[in-house]
T-cell receptor, first 114, second 114 residues
Framework: AQSVTQPDIHITVSEGASLELRCNYSYGATPYLFWYVQSPGQGLQLLLKYFSGDTLVQGIKGFEAEFKRSQSSFNLRKPSVHWSDAAEYFCAVGNGGATNKLIFGTGTLLAVQP | DAGVIQSPRHEVTEMGQEVTLRCKPISGHNSLFWYRQTMMRGLELLIYFNNNVPIDDSGMPEDRFSAKMPNASFSTLKIQPSEPRDSAVYFC????????????FGPGTRLTVT
């Protein structure tokens, strides 16, 4: 069965510092991987996705993520965090099936210190 | 495109009343998902449809919950009778490309049952 683990429930970083949010998945084949962001009071917005090909994918708002099959990971990174990045971040995995169902992690809440 | 549209954005009702949440998916999308989000339980998949047909409703918490998708452009989630523990944010999401797993979320309906 597919599963997603986000080991960090809450992370605080200083504005301008680099960021890495961890995501580990369990899936037998090549997964479809996603990162979503949820700002307070908003719905989830797709940041980036990985289906195949280049293992380093670029997303919106200056985010990137790297797929590492050997580590079953898909960590999200940003070189310099802005105060507006404070939000909750969700990693998700799909199997490419026709129903488009996703399995979501429990989320990581990011706080940004001035 | 207007994105996924949900109504109402906020709903306050008394225990025992019927509540109907509405969703209009992105035009052309053939998969629709209903989620519930609470602090305690995080993001939960309640039910999803493919081509207007319910595929998996195992996440629906009780018989008080029901969902319909009478056509490709409209879905409802009904709670009857509502209870205070149903208070949550309910999200609708849709997905288009068959097998892409990429879901687009609506802004959510914040339900408060007193």
């Amino acid at each position: 069965a597919q599963s997603v683990t986000q080991p960090d429930i809450h992370i605080t970083v200083s504005e301008g510092a680099s960021l890495e949010l961890r995501c580990n998945y369990s899936y037998g084949a090549t997964p479809y991987l996603f990162w979503y962001v949820q700002s307070p009071g908003q719905g989830l917005q797709l940041l980036l996705k990985y289906f195949s090909g280049d293992t380093l994918v670029q997303g919106i708002k200056g985010f990137e993520a790297e797929f590492k099959r050997s580590q079953s990971s898909f960590n999200l990174r940003k070189p310099s965090v802005h105060w507006s990045d404070a939000a909750e971040y969700f990693c998700a995995v799909g199997n490419g099936g026709a129903t488009n169902k996703l399995i979501f992690g429990t989320g990581t809440l990011l706080a940004v210190q001035p | 495109d207007a994105g996924v549209i949900q109504s109402p954005r906020h709903e306050v009702t008394e225990m025992g009343q019927e509540v109907t949440l509405r969703c209009k998916p992105i035009s052309g999308h053939n998969s629709l998902f209903w989620y519930r989000q609470t602090m305690m339980r995080g993001l939960e998949l309640l039910i999803y449809f493919n081509n207007n047909v319910p595929i998996d409703d195992s996440g629906m918490p009780e018989d008080r919950f029901s969902a319909k998708m009478p056509n490709a452009s409209f879905s409802t989630l009904k709670i009857q009778p509502s209870e205070p523990r149903d208070s949550a944010v309910y999200f609708c999401a849709s997905s288009g490309d068959r097998g892409s797993n990429e879901q687009y979320f609506g802004p959510g309906t914040r339900l408060t049952v007193t």
